[in-house]
Each structure stands twice: as C-alpha cells, then as structure tokens.
C-alpha cells in the first residue's frame, strides 16, 4: 500500500505584486518586464546601480506613476486600474517615507507627524495631537520633540519623526525610500535597531529602497536587484550566490565584505525595543 501523501502548506501570498512591469521616458526605457513580489512580514530591499529606476518602480507602486505597461497589485488589487476614492482607499492602507524624511519645514513635529490623519479623518485636536505624541514616543522620541521644527532636529530625528508620520494610520505595510541615506554610522544603526524591532513588534512589511550595505545584511529578509531592467529576487544567501556581474560586484566587494557579519543571527533574536 503506498503511503499516504502529506499535503503541502500553500505558498504564502504576496502582499505587493508587480508582473511585466514597462516604465519609459520618451526613447529611454527604465523597466522592461520587471516582476517583484513582497510577502507579509519581511524586510524587502530594492536595490540597484544609479539610473537603475529603483525610486520610479517606488512611485509606480504607490500609485504616484502610471506604467507604460504591466500590473501592480497591492493586498490582491490592480492599483493600475483604479483612480479617484478607490486609489485613495490604497494609498490610506500604507505608509511611506521619502528621502532626506520630506517634512514641512513650516509645521511643527506634532503638526507633520498628524498630517495623514488630518487629511484623512475628522478628529479633535487633542486627539490628534496624544495619537502624535504616541507614535513619536514609539519611534524613540520623548513629547518635547512634538513642538520642535524641522531645522531644530538632526538627520537621525528627523528620519524618526517621517517614520512616526508613515505609522500614524496604523498600516500593515511600509514603504521606506533610503531610511538611513546621510546618517552617520552610529544614527544608521540605531535607525536599522528601531526598524527591526517595529517590524517585529507591529508585525509589518517592509519594503525598503537603499544602497546602503549594512542595513541590508542587517535588517533585509530578501532583496531585489534591479538589473538590466528588470529584476532578480531572492535571499542573501541567494544573492552571494548570483553569477550576474554587477550582482557579484556589489555582493563580493570590499565593502560588503565587511558588512556581511551582521547576517549572522539577525532575524533569530527576539524584539528588543531600542534605547
């Protein structure tokens, strides 16, 4: 009698998909084919050469940008096809941080970090203002910070008050464009110990875009490379791997040479809430 067949867990779903991506600019084609998948829970990372077209795939799927050709799902809906309130409706179900934190220099902490609600819901200042202060206190930064300005912040505070102003309606997903471009180090890492423990702690997916070698090997589950217009997906591991040669390069240089030893264990230690 044969044995019986042990059925096989379904794959999990990906909760951002991107199939035959097309993105051009007149003559000059940036994405020619291009497919991505994200799976809940995991730190993604998008990475490539400069003009590779890693911020406008980033705009295309938010919705910022209409591809010449292809399909970009987000939770199983085609936002290629949608306009008006139901494209807003994606747009409220995930957060975003831009390069250099994008804050308005004219509004207070408090004022940037409770933007998307005021845009979004209807609700009493003093609301507002203890749900600001909440996510500033969960991304490190006490309440006297809610009535600074921009100027008055560093680099690194300034990336945490644009990640708290990304978490402020509570998403599922995060979208992070080079969260540690123009860090020093120690601010690099401290930022890389605060993603680590709220992607753990909130559950979140993540999808980053960075150059940046350490955050990778520290904080990425797996990562895309766009290459040659198009991209190759997989693991680190999978990554040391690759025979393609700007992958290899930038894989087995000097640099990342040094930054590998942060892979070991990253993802085995439980949250640790950052000091």
């Known amino acids: 009698m044969a044995a019986p067949v042990t059925p096989q867990p379904d794959p999990p ?12 600019f007149g003559s000059q084609t940036v994405h020619d084919g291009l497919d991505m998948d994200v799976y809940p829970g995991e730190i993604f990372g998008v990475i490539g050469g400069s003009g590779a077209g890693k ?11 209409r591809p010449q050709r292809g399909n970009v799902e987000i939770e199983g809906r085609d936002i290629t096809t949608l306009d008006g309130e139901e494209l807003t409706a994606i747009k409220r179900s995930y957060g975003v941080t831009f390069q250099h934190g994008a804050l308005f220099s ?4 408090a004022q940037n970090v409770q933007l998307p609600l005021a845009e979004y819901r209807t609700l009493p200042e ?3 203002r203890e749900l600001a202060l909440q996510k500033l206190r969960l991304v490190g930064l006490d309440d006297t910070a809610a009535t600074k300005y921009p100027s008055q912040l560093s680099g690194g505070m ?24 123009g860090l020093d180090p120690i601010a690099a890492t401290a930022f890389d110990d605060l993603l680590l423990y709220l992607q753990q702690s909130l559950r979140l997916t993540v999808v980053m875009i ?4 350490d955050s990778i090997f520290r904080t990425c589950n797996r990562v895309g490379v766009i290459v040659d217009r198009r991209m190759v997906s997989g ?20 640099r990342a040479e040094l930054a590998r030893g942060a892979m070991a ?6 949250p640790v809430r950052p000091a």
């Open 158 to 181: 300034i990336k945490r008050v644009a990640l708290a102003r990304a978490l402020i309606l509570d998403p599922q997903l995060l979208f992070l464009d080079e969260p540690t471009s």
């Open 265 to 270: 264990g990253r993802h085995d230690r439980p």
């Open 210 to 213: 960075t150059h940046d070698l």
């Open 235 to 254: 693991t680190l591991e999978a990554m040391l791997e690759e025979t393609h040669p700007w992958i290899r390069q930038y894989f087995h240089g000097a």
């Open 126 to 128: 003093d609301v507002l």
């Open 106 to 109: 004219a509004l207070t902490v």
């Open 13 to 24: 779903r990906a909760i951002v998909t991107v199939r035959d991506l097309v993105n051009r």
């Open 55 to 65: 911020s406008v795939l980033l705009r295309t799927v938010l919705g910022l940008r």
